[in-house]
């Protein structure tokens, strides 16, 4: 069986159109002409928190366990939704307002497992990977709570199955 | 038995301290860890304070996680990619 996951940590940036090809390749070489639907959702920095205005975050992670919590999820989704190929890329280190920070993208035979797999993908992302954001206003810069929506989201997908 | 410890963001930053070597007694727990760590004082304790995650070696674990030899922990708040 062919490799239909990937699960990348790292500082630069990512080509929306890169990994949108590079999941379509990962579902043919899987299984050619099973792929019906291919979902994608692309996370940006916002240049505002509940305060007001910020510059952009700085990201940290844990080496070592990060990757490899980002491919445990991934494998849970094509687990889970029957997909034929998925893929997260996220972003750590010093970025500005309105850079990319995160992808996922789903490849299924139908619609609906594709959306609800990059749902779930985001929804637990928030949940079981190891980062942590900062973010920062000239010199200031303060953590990011978790949101009590965040939580609900990925309770919602660990309730049901 | 000889483990690591680790932490992260905001963990790191009450704790002053972000990679430690501990010996422990035989089946020691990520509670025994919590327990000599808040031992070093009031900055730990605030640390380790509410709702904390723990990992052993690169998995989420609770508290009760019974520890080996060599082992690798951390300590981090929730997190908040995405």
């Known amino acids: 069986m062919s490799v239909n996951v990937f699960a990348l940590i790292q500082n630069e940036d990512f080509s929306h159109a890169q990994l949108h090809s590079q999941l379509q390749s990962y579902a043919n ?18 240049d505002f928190n509940s305060q007001g205005d910020i510059d952009g975050i700085e990201l940290e992670h844990y080496p070592g366990m990060t990757d490899k919590a980002l491919m445990l999820l991934v494998e849970q989704a094509v687990a889970r939704f029957s997909l034929t190929a998925a893929g997260a890329v996220h972003r750590i280190g010093r970025l500005y307002n309105n850079e990319q920070i995160v992808w996922v993208g789903a490849a299924a035979p139908h619609r609906q497992a594709a959306f609800d797999a990059a749902c779930f993908l985001m929804d637990m992302l928030k949940q079981s990977v190891p980062l942590w954001k900062k973010e920062f206003k000239g010199e200031r810069s303060q953590w990011v709570e978790t949101k009590a929506s965040d939580d609900k989201a990925a309770l919602k997908w660990m309730a049901s199955k | 038995m000889h483990i690591t410890v680790k932490t ?15 010996d422990l007694e035989p089946d020691a727990t990520i509670d025994t860890v919590i ?33 080996n030899d060599g082992d690798e922990v951390a300590f981090f708040p929730p997190v908040t990619g995405g």
């Open chain 2, 8 to 22: 992260f963001a905001q963990t790191r930053e009450l704790s002053g301290e972000d990679n430690i070597s501990l």
């Open chain 1, 29 to 46: 070489a899987y299984s050619l002409g099973g792929t019906g639907a291919i979902v994608t959702f692309t996370g940006l920095v916002r």
């Open chain 2, 35 to 67: 327990k000599h760590l808040t031992a070093r004082g009031s900055h730990w304790e605030l640390a380790l304070s509410g709702s904390i995650l723990s990992a052993r070696n690169h998995q989420l674990c609770d508290k009760q996680t019974v520890l």
